[in-house]
């Protein structure tokens, strides 16, 4: 397994194999100071997320995530904290890749981008990726006031329509809490297919969360990755 690790610079490890063509990538970040880690399976990225961590993980390889989104999507959303990078296979049209960003992941790249492009769409990410290890604790829901609280104690003040969502998301524990169930809980009224009342909420709020907080499960509904502990009501 390759790695490449200067001390202190952001780190990024790569699903992919020799074959695939990592080469250039792994490359191309390390001569911009990106520690690059080559992973040939999601098991052994796996392992070495719970060992070391990442900033970013970049998918190579449309061998690995089949469809050029499925496999890439599950890995994303079980580490919610690393942001992704999907580099589509050369024949995934507008719509793998705008399903690929609907699943939640932070960049798409088309195949066969130009290598200068996709290094610095990479790079990007980088900069807006959440330090390792900032923020590890769980977040704070209050009904007193409808705030969120930050592990650092920055306070949120959300609407009634905010509070009910994130709360109604958070007792899901990262479960996709479908449209119907959003909009009976949250608006006190049956959904319907043309109804956009609770994708515009999710919309309105997720630049008020970090990164991938609320993310899309495409032909359900939402899933929150934030880790969010509701206050208990005083009686």
């Known amino acids: 397994m390759l790695d490449t690790s200067p001390s202190g610079a952001s780190r990024l490890i790569i699903l992919a194999t020799e074959g695939d063509g990592a080469r250039p990538f792994v490359e191309g970040l390390t001569r911009g100071g990106i520690a690059v880690?080559?992973?040939?399976?999601?098991?052994?990225?796996?392992?070495?997320?719970?060992?070391?961590?990442?900033d970013v993980v970049l998918v190579l390889s449309a061998q690995l995530a089949p469809a050029g989104t499925g496999g890439a999507m599950r890995l994303m959303r079980s580490v919610p904290r690393v942001l992704c990078v999907l580099v589509a296979a050369p024949g995934d049209g507008p719509e793998e890749r705008a399903a690929a960003l609907e699943a939640g992941a932070a960049e798409v790249l088309h195949g066969g981008i130009p290598l200068p492009e996709a290094i610095a769409r990479i790079r990007a990410v980088l900069?807006?990726?959440?330090p390792r290890g900032a923020d590890a604790g769980p977040w704070r829901l209050t009904s007193s006031g409808r705030r969120l609280v930050s592990p650092t104690?920055?306070?949120l003040k959300l609407t009634t329509a905010e509070f009910g969502l994130i709360a109604l998301l958070a007792t899901a524990a990262g479960e996709p809490v479908d449209r119907e169930e959003v909009c009976r809980a949250v608006f006190r009224r049956p959904w319907r297919p043309d109804d956009r009342a609770v994708d515009s909420l999710v919309k309105r709020l997720r630049p008020k969360l970090p990164t991938d907080a609320i993310q899309s499960v495409r032909g359900v509904g939402y899933a929150l990755t934030l880790p969010v502990r509701q206050a208990q009501r005083r009686v």
């Open 37 to 54: 880690q080559m992973a040939p399976t999601p098991e052994v990225l796996m392992l070495s997320l719970s060992a070391e961590g990442a």
């Open 127 to 130: 900069r807006r990726a959440p």
């Open 153 to 155: 104690n920055d306070t």
